[in-house]
């Protein structure tokens, strides 16, 4: 099994920043895409960033030049620095990996969520 562990939300003041960071364990060999989305509430889910083993990423069109997305390919971690926090990227931030097994299997995990508070 695979495991994903997130930290980092918390509570802060608009144009402040957060740093989350997320890291899979288990029986992993290799991940594909790491990515982080989010729920807002009464809102769907939706990709905030993402990034491929290569380093290639892909952000929502909502936090380009705020949110940096990095990895450890090593490590298997993720890392979603947001800067210039606004109310709106309120939400449930939760982390996903595309995984390949040792088994050869290739599964899609999620991280439990953490929360993200912008106050105005």
């Known amino acids: 099994q695979v495991q994903l562990v997130e930290s980092g939300g918390g509570l802060v003041q608009a144009g402040g920043s957060l740093r989350l960071s997320c890291a899979a364990a288990?029986?992993?060999?290799?991940?594909?895409?790491m990515g982080w989305y989010r729920q807002a509430p009464g809102k769907q889910r939706e990709l905030a960033a993402r990034?491929?083993?290569?380093?290639?990423?892909n952000y929502a069109d909502s936090v380009k030049g705020r949110f940096t997305i990095s990895r450890d390919n090593v490590k298997n971690t993720v890392h979603l620095q947001m800067d210039s926090l606004k109310p709106e990227d309120t939400a449930v931030y939760c982390c996903?990996?595309?995984?390949?097994?040792?088994?050869?299997?290739?599964?899609?995990?999620w991280g439990q969520g953490t929360q993200v508070a912008v106050s105005s």
């Open positions: 990034i491929t083993s290569g380093g290639i990423t």
């Open positions: 996903n990996a595309e995984v390949r097994t040792i088994w050869r299997t290739k599964n899609d995990y």
């Open positions: 288990g029986s992993i060999f290799s991940i594909k895409l």
